[in-house]
């Protein structure tokens, strides 16, 4: 079967990534360059110190660029995903693109939004896990607000106790980025036991929303140049 030349493979995605990553930020490139050689000269230093043999020095020499590879891909991967975060910084729909950075690690919820107001195209999104419910609250505060308090409203009756977090992205003063999100859900105190989460997200799948996301982004093309690996 030919191959599909209208759909690059994931190489040429990671290339057309890190290309972009080093048109936007200058400091890109030099900043993961100069991690993969310390991480490389660190390794080879290691070598003579643990006796400067020849096969010590081949052996810590390929740690080394193991290593050095390793360091390069994390820090230009590191500022890939800024890059891709403040490119779509304030659309529509940002936060739905990046959450697949966060289903993971205990968890769960859906990048697609569980409320809308189409006219101002604000949006909510919920996760659970160990740290509780967090509602994401992305658009307008005046009129997310309201958005948020109807969503805890819902909750009281179908998960009354399990304590609730809302982060507001919002691009205020008050709110977070969407790289502090991932952040924020992670650092959350685990106050949910293992044993209840099941029937926690059971009860939150009946709430499940099947709501569009406004125009304005596309998430698809999005959540691929989020996460360079």
């Known amino acids: 079967m030919a191959k599909n030349k209208d759909n690059p493979g994931r190489f040429s995605q990671i290339w057309q990534i890190w290309k972009l990553t080093a048109e936007t930020d200058k400091k890109a490139l030099p900043i993961a360059i100069s991690g993969g050689v310390g991480a490389l000269l660190l390794a080879i230093l290691l ?3 643990g006796g400067g043999s020849t096969l010590g020095l081949i052996i810590w020499s390929v ?5 050095a590879a390793v360091t390069f891909s994390a820090l230009l991967s590191r500022r890939a995903e800024a890059v891709a975060f403040n490119r779509i910084q304030g659309q529509p729909g940002a936060v739905g693109a990046i959450l697949g950075t966060v289903l993971k690690r205990g968890w769960s919820g ?3 939004p569980v409320a809308v107001n189409p006219r101002s195209q604000d949006l909510i999104y ?3 896990g160990r740290g509780g419910i967090v509602i994401i609250a992305e658009g307008h505060r005046s009129s997310v ?4 308090e ?12 399990v304590p609730t977090t809302v982060l507001w992205v919002c691009n205020d003063e008050h709110s977070i980025s969407l790289k502090d999100i991932r952040p924020a859900v992670f650092k959350l105190k685990r106050v949910v036991r293992t044993g209840e989460l099941g029937e926690i997200n059971k009860r939150l799948s009946t709430m499940r929303l099947n709501v569009p996301v406004p125009k304005g982004i596309d998430p698809t093309k999005v959540r691929g140049m989020s996460k360079p690996r």
């Open 110 to 112: 859906s990048e697609e």
């Open 150 to 161: 109807e969503e805890k409203r819902r909750l009281s009756k179908i998960a009354a106790g």
């Open 63 to 67: 740690l080394g660029v193991v290593a």
């Open 126 to 128: 919920r996760l659970s």
């Open 145 to 148: 607000s309201r958005l948020v």
């Open 47 to 49: 070598g003579f110190i």
